[in-house]
């Protein structure tokens, strides 16, 4: 599994290694259906403070589309584990339908006529 971080803020740049960690640590059950983890930090508003930490997570699965979340809270850590909950869920959800067939019947959403893009989940927590 592929790994990349990216931040242009300097203070969540300090957290490189560990939304790494946090990342394979809810992603290793489904070691080999993830092809690439992308996680970027960035804080919104910069030093004014709030909800602002922003996690954003992208996971390419072999065979399928890409799968993006992200999450906003008060701390790094607490978007960190938000984005990486809400990811493993998804990633759990989607396998278990692929395994039933429910995924394999219908053509990836790209390729349906008339679809609009989803917006990423944008979870808002306090903490």
Do not use: Y
Not at 64 to 76: C, I, K, M, Y
Not at 78 to 91: G, K, M, P
């Amino acid at each position: 599994m592929d790994m990349q971080f990216r931040s242009p803020d300097p203070e969540g740049a300090l957290w490189h290694q560990r939304s790494l960690a946090r990342m394979r640590r809810a992603l290793r059950r489904l070691h080999g259906a993830v092809a690439q983890v992308c996680v970027q930090l960035e804080d919104i508003n910069g030093p004014d403070g709030g909800v602002d930490k922003r996690c954003r997570v992208e996971v390419a699965v072999p065979g399928q589309e890409p799968v993006a979340v992200t999450a906003t809270a008060r701390s790094w850590q607490a978007s960190i584990d938000a984005a990486a909950t809400v990811l493993r869920q998804r990633l759990i959800s989607r396998t278990a339908r692929t395994a039933k067939g429910e995924l394999a019947a219908s053509p990836p959403r790209s390729d349906r006529p008339n679809h609009a893009a989803r917006a990423p989940l944008r979870l808002q927590s306090t903490g």
